[in-house]
Nanobody, 124 residues
Framework: QVQLVESGGGLVQAGGSLRVSCAAS????????MGWFRQAPGKEREFVAA????????NYADSVKGRFTISRDNAMKTVYLQMNSLKPEDTAVYSC?????????????????WGQGTQVTVSS
């Protein structure tokens, strides 16, 4: 079965950096666009970043543009989210998602498979 497993979350001070990873199994990873979404307590899930199945195009939420970078390693079947200049408002559970043969979609309902998420906490 398809599994997406996130790792790399943790506690970091404001201004710091963190890289979260999402390892995929049970699917032909190179055929899937990948996205990162986050959900803070009491808030709706929101789009963070996405990368197309070819890796040729990306999308970012305005709130993270210039600070976060999404990338993928098809050989490792892993997608990464490098987060720099972190702010307390970036605190959330970060989840990765996959959708087949698609561009870097920004809507959660476009994605088929989801991971459980990893907690990222940014202290002020």
């Amino acid at each position: 079965q398809v599994q997406l497993v996130e790792s790399g979350g943790g506690l970091v001070q404001a201004g710091g950096s963190l890289r979260v990873s999402c390892a995929a199994s049970g699917l032909i990873f190179r055929n899937y666009a990948m996205g990162w979404f986050r959900q803070a307590p009491g808030k709706e899930r929101e789009f963070v970043a996405a990368i197309s199945w070819t890796g040729g195009s990306t999308n970012y939420a305005d709130s993270v543009k210039g600070r976060f970078t999404i990338s993928r390693d098809n050989a490792m079947k892993t997608v990464y989210l490098q987060m720099n200049s972190l702010k307390p408002e970036d605190t959330a559970v970060y989840s990765c998602a996959a959708r087949r043969w698609a561009g870097p979609g920004t809507e959660a309902n476009e994605y088929t498979y989801w991971g459980q998420g990893t907690q990222v906490t940014v202290s002020s």
